[in-house]
Structures are given as C-alpha cells and as structure tokens.
C-alpha cells in the first residue's frame, strides 16, 4: 500500500516509523515531514491545509491511504476532500472534528449523551460572561472556544486571573465565544480510542507533562513528556471511560448524522475511580503517541488501516506488559521565543528498545539544525516504567545541542520515590 502521511512532528515520526516497519506498507510520503521523517519517507512540500492539492498529489503518485496527523486539517475538512476523492483516509470529517475545534460544542454533545464533565456554560456576552466568573469566583476554568494550539485555556486560582483571561478573550472582537467551567480536581490521564461510527477499538493510554519546567511549574506547551501506560488509567476506569463517556460520545455523533472516524483522544481528570471528561481531541497526541508508538510498533498501522476500512470489530492488539516514556527536547525559551538553525549532534543509537523522534528539525547545508520549539523526542520502553524512563534519559543527555532543555522529572507521578536522573 502507498502511503501519505500529513503532518511534520514528533507525532507523524513515530507514525512514519511504526508504519515503514510493516510489510504493508510500500511507500511512505510524508508532508511536510522534517529530518527524521526523511529517513523512513519521502518528504514532500505540500500544503497540508488545501485538500484539494493533497488530492492532486495523492492521484498524481499513487497514493491509496491517507494519514491526517494534525488538527488544523482535520478542522478544515480535509478528511472530507480526500474522501469525495476516493481515497482511504484516516481522520474525521470536519463536522466530527468539532469535538476538538470547539469546546463548546464537546460540552454540548457530552450534555446531550450525559457524559460526565466539569459544569459550564458558554458566553458570546462579555458582560455575561464576568457576571457569571463573579458568581462562581475562583477556582474556575475558561476556555476560549475554538483550535488555539494548547494555549486557550486559563486554569485560573484567583477571580482576578479568571477576569484576565476574559479580558484576552474577548479583545479577539465580535465573534469571541468563551466556556467557562467548574475547576475538577482528580489525576488526568489520556486514552487513545480508534473510532468507526460506534466501533472501538483502544490503543493506549498515557499522561503527558503540559507545564514547560520540573516540578509542573512555568508556562503551558504543547507537552514536555508523556509516558505509557498511565497508572490512572486501571482496567476499570478504562472501562467506565468507555461505558459513560466514549460509547456515548460515538452513539451521538452517529445520531447526528457525523459519525466519528479516526482517533478519539479523551483527556479525563480520574477521582476516586470515577472518571470525567475534560476534553476531547481528534488526533495522537504529541507526544503521547511517540510512547504508545514504541509499544506498539508494526501494529499501529494494522489497527489504524482497520479503522479507516470500518473493521474496528475484529481487530485487536497486542500487548506486551510494557511500558514507554518520551522525553521532549526543546529550543531554551519555548514556549516563548527561540532560536531556529542551531546545529545538533545526534549520537548512535544501538539500543532497538530506543528511538530519538524528530519533532523540528532540517537539513542545512548537510548539517542537521533545530527547526521548531520542541525538536527532539527521547524515547525507550522498557520492562518497567523505571527502565524506560533510564533509558530515555540516558539517550536525552547523549544529544549534543547546548541550545536544548528538557524536564528532568517526567514520570514523576508514577515514580514518586524515584527522582528522575
Ligand atoms: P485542555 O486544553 O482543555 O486540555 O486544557 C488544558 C489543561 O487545563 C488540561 O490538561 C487540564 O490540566 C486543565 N483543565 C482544563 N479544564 C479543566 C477543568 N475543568 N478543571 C481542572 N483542570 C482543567
Ligand atoms: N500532548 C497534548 C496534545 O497533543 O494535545
């Protein structure tokens, strides 16, 4: 089968790498892809947002499945084009990638199908809005609606900060919709759930480490560390997410005329085994998925091919009692400003339990250089948390970049008694 991947991070790495180790796949292409990518696939420069050029380049080569890696395609209906098209694709329409592009909306299809989730209402009225915050006072959450990149969102301690936040909010102009929510207090956990209408099929779980410095503290990034499995996530949480939350959510879109086709990333806050949503998103989560990639391997394209092709019933996957971490290495100042086109010295990987996942990188003038705030992913399974987590770190301290920092503390968690190397 000939394949294109669409995305260019530590998430579509680990895609290329588990899919160019299966014998179905023949050729790889990935767009935009990066320096690693460009070593399991050919990287091509298209614009991954125009369905409608994807759907060129796809009839052009040969291409017969599709991979949408990223949101921001997925919340342009790119799935869409590409399958009026004819093609095999993985990912949901635009209509069912609401459930990440707009939070309210999540909220409402979780009120219609009684899924558990924090208390909200969503405002287009600023002095609505404030009124409300002064009523609940704080704790509280506000979410500004819509894809903003991990950024939209103000867990806010004081009534002052939660003001804040609207005020930021609302300066976008007309058109400004906030949810503002009951803070949940609780462990989260992420579960990955590969969806077609109301099959499932899960492929994982994993907790990710959002704040950018040890010890969860400075500002929020796209995720600084995940690992796999999440403690958290027990058999019977697993299964109750599933019961209250993810079959609910899959029987109402179905019923809405928007089945859901692709992965069903749930973020959930667990307290005393009872889970609650706190978010949906459409896609891996990056770089949950570098940890889940490197238990799972060849297979994740077998499982992923049987959602795209609605064989979700039958599949299954095999677990090996293991465990992974990821750790991010990124450019000193994100998720602020930082430098691009520093040189970076990778060692030799002997290890097969190890992998150093490109998230930002290119080739300039033969010499690999950083190419984004979060560049590298350290990642390593072992037979334990603790020996992924060694391992992970000692391929992490081996990377020659004086520009790079990284959390030294990923796991914390669940290895309270551990410090981290
Ligand atoms: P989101 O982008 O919705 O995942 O929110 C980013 C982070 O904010 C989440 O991972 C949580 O840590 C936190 N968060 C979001 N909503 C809530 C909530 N209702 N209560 C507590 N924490 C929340
Ligand atoms: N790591 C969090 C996300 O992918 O949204």
């Known amino acids: 089968m000939n394949i294109l991947?669409?995305?260019?991070?530590?998430?579509?790495?680990?895609?290329?790498?588990?899919?160019?180790?299966?014998?179905?796949?023949?050729?790889?292409?990935?767009?935009?892809?990066n320096a690693g990518i460009a070593e399991v696939a050919d990287c091509v420069a298209l614009d991954i947002l125009d369905g409608a050029k994807v759907l060129d380049f796809a009839r052009e080569n040969g291409v017969e499945f599709v991979m949408i890696g990223p949101e921001?395609?997925?919340?342009?209906?790119?799935?869409?084009?590409?399958?009026?098209?004819?093609?095999?694709?993985?990912?949901?329409?635009?209509?069912?990638?609401?459930?990440?592009?707009?939070?309210?909306?999540?909220?409402e299809i979780a009120a219609a199908c009684g899924a558990p989730t924090a208390a909200s209402q969503t405002f287009t009225d600023e002095t609505a809005a404030r009124a409300y915050v002064g009523v609940q006072g704080a704790p509280i959450v506000v979410k500004a609606d819509g894809l903003a990149a991990g950024?939209?969102?103000?867990?806010?301690?004081?009534?002052?900060?939660?003001?804040?936040?609207?005020?930021?909010?609302?300066?976008?102009?007309?058109?400004?919709?906030?949810?503002?929510?009951?803070?949940?207090?609780?462990?989260?956990?992420s579960l990955f759930v590969l969806a077609h209408g109301?099959?499932?099929?899960?492929?994982?779980?994993a907790q990710d480490h959002k704040r950018a410095f040890d010890g969860d503290e400075g500002p929020n990034t796209g995720g600084m560390g995940a690992y796999s499995p999440a403690p958290a996530m027990t058999p019977e949480v697993t299964e109750r997410a599933l019961a209250e939350i993810v079959r609910p959510t899959l029987a109402e879109m179905a019923r809405r005329g928007t089945p859901f086709q692709g992965v069903l990333f749930a973020g959930l806050m667990i307290e005393d085994g009872r889970p609650r949503l706190v978010e949906y998103n459409v896609r891996f989560g990056d770089p949950e998925i570098q940890a889940i990639a490197m238990r799972?391997?060849?297979q994740l394209l077998d499982a992923?091919?049987?959602?795209?092709?609605?064989?979700?019933?039958?599949?299954?996957?095999?677990?090996?009692?293991?465990?992974?971490?990821?750790?991010?290495?990124?450019?000193?100042?994100?998720?602020?400003?930082?430098?691009?086109?520093?040189?970076?010295?990778?060692?030799?990987?002997?290890?097969?339990?190890?992998?150093?996942?490109?998230?930002?990188?290119?080739?300039?003038?033969?010499e690999l250089v950083s190419n984004g705030g979060r560049v590298?992913?350290?990642?390593?399974?072992?037979?334990t948390l603790a020996e992924a987590r060694d391992l992970a770190y000692a391929v992490a301290a081996a990377v020659d970049w004086p520009g790079g920092f990284y959390r030294r503390d990923i796991g914390w968690r669940a290895l309270p008694d551990d410090p981290a190397a």
Not at 6 to 32: I, M, S
Not at 160 to 180: H, T
Not at 198 to 205: A, E
């Open 5 to 33: 991947i669409l995305g260019g991070g530590g998430r579509e790495h680990a895609l290329a790498w588990a899919f160019a180790q299966n014998p179905k796949c023949d050729r790889l292409w990935c767009a935009p892809g």
């Open 72 to 107: 921001a395609p997925l919340a342009e209906g790119v799935a869409d084009t590409l399958r009026a098209g004819g093609l095999l694709v993985f990912g949901p329409g635009r209509e069912a990638a609401r459930l990440e592009a707009s939070k309210a909306f999540t909220k």
């Open 151 to 189: 950024k939209g969102v103000t867990v806010a301690t004081t009534e002052a900060e939660a003001q804040a936040a609207l005020d930021a909010i609302f300066a976008e102009g007309p058109g400004a919709r906030v949810v503002i929510e009951e803070f949940m207090t609780g462990e989260e956990a």
């Open 198 to 205: 109301t099959d499932l099929l899960v492929v994982g779980s």
């Open 296 to 298: 799972l391997g060849a």
């Open 304 to 366: 992923i091919l049987a959602c795209a092709e609605g064989r979700l019933a039958a599949a299954r996957v095999n677990w090996a009692e293991d465990h992974a971490m990821t750790v991010v290495i990124a450019a000193r100042g994100y998720p602020g400003d930082y430098a691009r086109g520093e040189a970076i010295g990778l060692p030799a990987l002997d290890d097969p339990r190890a992998r150093l996942f490109h998230a930002g990188t290119r080739i300039e003038g033969g």
């Open 376 to 383: 590298l992913d350290a990642t390593a399974r072992g037979a």
